[in-house]
Nanobody, 124 residues
Framework: QVQLVESGGGLVQAGGSLRLSCAAS????????MTWFRQSPGKEREFVAT????????YHADSVKGRFTISRDNAKNTVYLQMNSLQPADTAAYYC?????????????????WGQGTQVTVSS
């Protein structure tokens, strides 16, 4: 059983930056692809970025490409999401998820392990 705990959310002005972290425990971290999703009120949870189990492959949603970067440190059992040039449209609760696979899916229903979420609010 994998436990995930996100941190790093907060309130930031448009154009600012935040770095989210997700610490994992309870499993062999390097066996899991890790993915970030986000959810705004009244909207479905949407894919943001995924990184392969060993970290050699990454994929970002078009809406964040060039602004957000996913990374991981398998020695620290942690995945990160560096968010730059934040916009009000990025306001959401951000969730990390783990998938027992080399490569992560972009579909939320494929994930069994989720963190509790961290709120990011971008003011204009």
């Amino acid at each position: 059983q994998v436990q995930l705990v996100e941190s790093g959310g907060g309130l930031v002005q448009a154009g600012g930056s935040l770095r989210l972290s997700c610490a994992a425990s309870g499993g062999t971290f390097s066996n899991y692809a890790m993915t970030w999703f986000r959810q705004s009120p009244g909207k479905e949870r949407e894919f943001v970025a995924t990184i392969s189990a060993r970290g050699g492959s990454r994929y970002h949603a078009d809406s964040v490409k060039g602004r957000f970067t996913i990374s991981r440190d398998n020695a620290k059992n942690t995945v990160y999401l560096q968010m730059n040039s934040l916009q009000p449209a990025d306001t959401a609760a951000y969730y990390c998820a783990a998938q027992y696979s080399t490569y992560g899916s972009t579909q939320r229903n494929d994930y069994h392990y989720w963190g509790q979420g961290t709120q990011v609010t971008v003011s204009s």
